[in-house]
């Protein structure tokens, strides 16, 4: 258990010095000139001499990238934004709440969906409600985000007229002058995004589980347990569901942790004002710092997250606990 | 799949058998009919011949590429303009200013200006109504949209399989420290928000690669091929693995070893015919999510800059008439559902007409 979790930790860091290096080398390396975005419409000669002196790029590049690692760990800090010169940590810590809301909530929703739709269509192949699951599945895998999301507004939002068309509420201490707040509104507003942004996952997971449960029902385990006289409820929950759904653990962390980029699609459909949304305005703006800030933030997120389920899964399964 | 059918399938390996019966049961001398083996393939394309829905989505996949790259240059004859032609004053709606709706009659000046006297004058008929504001044709640029898209996701594929199954039959195969840097390295690819660098990625070298297009492509389509590709590679990566570390310890590969079949070799034309399977089958479905992939990143304005359609800039530009011509977003929507659908029945089929045990 100890050694398994020291390995965790020590690939956890090896992780996180890898994707700071790529992409330093992506934001900083690559793109023609920083300095010149950096100082934005004001491009004069000696507004880029400085920017460059500022941004240290007039020092060798293992340089470059041990003062940003330093500023990162030691400091804790994402720099400032080319834009507007804002904190960049302040920038995501508006930003990081929304998709932290728009994510759980999908992946909760997500479960909700498929859960049951899953195991009712093991226990019943072949049946209708087995056939329309397998056609939802191949909807959901085929259909976009986006389009479902713009098609979702459109005839739920505007057509109906029972949900909002777009828009966030902050569920607690909404800032001033904000149109809406509270809980209500927060689920109100979300409850679109969170479908949208389920179904794909829920389609994959339906599969999956379907796929899991099936075989799991014809182990020797289940056959003995019902040999044995246990009622079939307790085959059910003890014997099949338990083992069905280890891998949907695992898999959860890992989907979550993609999920978070996915979420860029939703939020621009929804005009969510999260990691994603902000993302792409800092793409358009040419805001190297920012794009840069919210990359590392959400890496940093997964590997964090990952560690989490990764410890969580050797609480579930003692296999991982004995060796 | 019915059982029956399967059943009667005279299988390679006891065709030796059934024809040695078929000789001792023959009445007459002559009279035998011919017992020959099916071959891997044969049996293979009899499996997925009896899977409609696959063949539907096969089917449609054909038809897609001919209406991309032979239709929609004949549709642009037809129609007399082209994809990204524009008609800013005369593909709108006289009364609300919107572009116009399907099925469109409108004459226009050259450049699209309106009519004036003493110039020649063009009908020009939209087919699906214009696209935006400044008038171009929506169905031309669903027909180029298609190419675009294609061309990305299956340049795309071809790439990250490329580099899947080197890395990933070169980590089976060698093993050790090599096939733990590799793996190593498939770990790290999986752990990032692949999403977050494709976008940050296509955004930084984009400007960079946008112009390149060897001639044949699109703007922009080998960007995307080459920042998709290189983040897609590790899925196909771990599945060869895995296929090359249980066929290398088999019979065949030891026997060859023996005779002194070199690595290079024995990856070839030993290892190599086993995993067409798996490479056609997840070809198959990759392709699929990238074109939902390709569409994404245009629709955010970071993959096929305009004017260049693609079904993913003309869905990004459907917003803008929301309210008053929602079938803006529908034509792009579908032609992406349709095409992945098509994309991944096709890919189910092939995977249990290649291993039928699989299938449920």
Not at chain 1, 182 to 196: A, K, S
Not at chain 2, 167 to 172: Q, Y
């Amino acid at each position: 258990m100890i050694r398994y979790l020291i390995r965790r930790l020590l690939w956890a860091v090896v992780l996180f010095v890898a994707i700071t290096i790529i992409t330093y080398i992506i934001f900083f390396m690559i793109p023609t000139d920083p300095a010149r975005k950096a100082c934005g419409q004001l491009v004069t000669p000696a507004c880029v001499k400085s920017a460059r002196h500022y941004l240290g790029l007039d020092r060798p590049v293992y340089i470059q990238y041990y003062k940003f690692l330093e500023r990162l760990v030691v400091h804790q800090s994402l720099g400032r934004s080319f834009a507007n010169r804002q904190n960049i940590n302040s920038i995501i810590g508006r930003a990081a709440p929304i998709t932290a809301s728009l994510v759980f909530g999908g992946a909760v929703t997500w479960l909700l969906l498929a859960i049951p739709i899953g195991i009712l269509s093991a226990l019943r192949p072949r049946t209708l409600l087995d056939r329309s699951a397998m056609v939802f599945v191949l909807v959901g895998i085929s259909a976009h985000p986006v389009w479902i999301g713009l098609i979702f507004s459109w005839f739920f939002g505007y057509k109906l007229g029972i949900t909002p068309i777009a828009g966030y509420c902050e569920a607690f201490s909404p800032p001033q002058g904000a149109a809406c707040g509270g809980v209500v509104q927060w689920f109100y507003h979300m409850i679109l995004p969170w479908i949208t942004f389920a179904i794909l996952f829920a389609a994959l997971y339906v599969r999956m589980i379907r796929a899991n449960v099936m075989e799991t029902l014809n182990e020797d385990y289940v056959r003995t347990a019902r040999a044995k006289g246990a009622p079939e409820s307790r085959v059910m929950f003890k014997h099949v569901l338990r083992n069905a759904m280890l891998p949907v653990v695992t898999m959860l962390g890992m989907d979550i942790a993609l999920g978070l980029g996915g979420a860029v699609f939703t939020e621009s459909v929804y005009s969510l004002h999260g990691l994603g949304q902000t993302l792409v305005q800092s793409l358009s703006g040419d805001d190297l710092p920012t794009t840069q800030g919210i990359v590392v933030f959400g890496t940093l997120a997964i590997i964090v997250f990952n560690l989490i389920v990764d410890l969580l899964y050797a609480f579930i399964d003692p296999r991982i606990r004995l060796t | 799949m019915p059982t029956s059918e399967r059943d009667r399938e005279v299988l390679g390996a006891q065709a030796g058998l059934a024809s040695a019966v078929a000789v001792e049961t023959g009445s007459e001398l002559g009279e035998i009919e011919q017992v020959r083996a099916r071959g891997y393939w044969e049996q293979v394309w009899r499996r997925f011949r009896r899977d409609k829905v696959a063949i539907g989505g096969g089917i449609f996949i054909v038809l897609l590429f001919l209406i991309a790259f032979a239709g929609a240059p004949l549709a642009k004859d037809w129609l007399g303009h082209g994809p990204n032609d524009v008609y800013p004053g005369t593909a709108l709606d006289p009364q609300t200013q919107l572009p116009v709706g399907p099925w469109a009659h409108f004459r226009s000046g050259p450049g699209g200006l309106p009519c004036v006297s003493g110039i020649p004058c063009k009908s020009q008929l939209f087919i699906l109504g214009a696209d935006s504001q400044l008038g171009r044709d929506e169905f031309l640029r669903l027909l180029y949209g298609a190419q675009t898209s294609l061309e990305v996701a299956i340049g795309a594929t071809v790439l990250s399989m490329f580099l899947g199954v080197l890395l990933g039959a070169i980590a089976g195969y060698f093993g050790g420290v090599i096939d733990a840097l590799i793996s190593r390295l498939t770990e790290i690819v999986m752990a990032f928000p692949i999403l977050l660098f494709i976008v940050a990625l296509a955004s930084t070298v984009g400007p960079r690669l946008n112009d390149f297009t060897l001639g044949i492509f699109g703007k922009g389509v080998l960007t995307l091929v080459f920042v998709i590709g290189l983040f897609a590679w590790y899925y196909p990566a771990r599945i060869i693995r895995a296929q090359i570390l249980s066929l290398r310890e088999k019979e065949f590969v030891e026997a060859a070893r023996m005779v002194g079949a070199s690595d290079w070799r024995i990856i070839r034309s030993h290892l190599l015919p086993h995993l067409v399977a798996p490479i056609i089958v997840y070809s198959s479905l990759i392709i699929a999510q990238n074109v939902l992939l390709e569409a994404g990143l245009s629709f955010l304005g970071i993959g096929i800059p305009l004017p260049t359609a693609s079904w993913g800039n003309l869905l990004s530009s459907a917003p803008d008439y929301y309210l008053t011509q929602p079938w803006l977003m529908l034509w792009p929507g579908f032609a992406v559902l349709l095409a992945t659908l098509a994309f991944n029945l096709l890919g189910d089929g092939l995977r249990d007409a290649f291993d039928p045990r699989g299938a449920h």
